[in-house]
């Protein structure tokens, strides 16, 4: 069974940081290219950044170039985004989805409000 | 960046009756290597979303075959030939064919 654990969510002021971490398995992790999708509270899907397999090539929306960076460690199977300059405007479930949209993870909330 | 336009929003169906789904982009979505990637996902309530259909037309695995993906180029539809209870919740297209990655709006299956 595939499963991608998503953990690291939470209550941060703006400004602040957060790292969000994705945890798979049942899945060859180091074959696919793997992303954060997030929705804000009872809207749409955005795709927010996506890493190539050994990740040599990394893509962001551009609301959050400069701010937010994915990661990925092969070797643990984990995918990664660090989240920093947080704005109110970043607060939605963040998904971690693999291999454009096959596998999708439970979604962890971020909120940044003061 | 390419925007995906889904119609209708809302979509009140009646058990055992059709429905259809349109999801129009700005830019055409045929890859330089000659694939189409717009994919169909359905998020019900509470969950998180499913991918229904990849490349247009395929189907994920254990997807029932109600479910259809056509069209090309700039212009794409779902359909479901007969629609069940377990059909309701939103309904995105998604490309994958340029950076960034974009989402239709979502349109909410309902049951009349």
């Known amino acids: 069974e595939v499963q991608l654990v998503a953990s690291g969510g939470g209550l941060v002021q703006p400004g602040g940081s957060l790292r969000l971490s994705c945890a798979a398995s049942?899945?060859?992790?180091?074959?696919?290219?793997m992303s954060w999708v997030r929705q804000l509270p009872g809207k749409g899907l955005e795709w927010v950044a996506s890493?190539?397999?050994?990740?040599?090539?990394?893509y962001y929306v551009d609301s959050v170039k400069g701010r937010f960076t994915i990661s990925r460690d092969n070797a643990k199977n984990s995918l990664y985004l660090q989240m920093n300059s947080l704005r109110a405007e970043d607060t939605a479930i963040y998904y971690c989805?693999?291999?454009?949209?096959?596998?999708w993870g439970q979604g962890t909330l971020v909120t940044v409000s003061s | 960046d390419v925007v995906m336009t889904q119609s209708p929003l809302s979509l009140p169906v009646t058990l055992g009756q059709p429905a259809s789904i349109s999801c129009r982009s700005t830019?055409?979505?045929?890859?330089?290597?000659?694939?189409?990637?717009l994919n169909w996902f359905l998020q019900r309530p509470g969950q998180s979303p499913r991918r229904l259909i990849y490349?247009?037309?395929n189907r994920d695995s254990g997807v029932p075959d109600r479910f259809s993906g056509s069209g090309s180029g700039t212009d794409f539809t779902l359909k479901i030939s007969s629609v069940e209870a377990e059909d309701v919740g939103v309904y995105f297209c998604?490309?994958?064919?340029?950076?960034?990655?974009?989402f239709g709006q979502g349109t909410k299956l309902e049951i009349k």
């Open positions: 989805a693999a291999d454009s949209g096959r596998y």
């Open positions: 049942g899945i060859t992790f180091s074959r696919y290219w």
């Open positions: 890493i190539k397999q050994d990740g040599s090539e990394k």
């Open positions: 830019q055409s979505l045929v890859s330089s290597g000659g694939n189409t990637y």
């Open positions: 490349q247009v037309s």
């Open positions: 998604m490309q994958h064919t340029h950076w960034p990655r974009t």
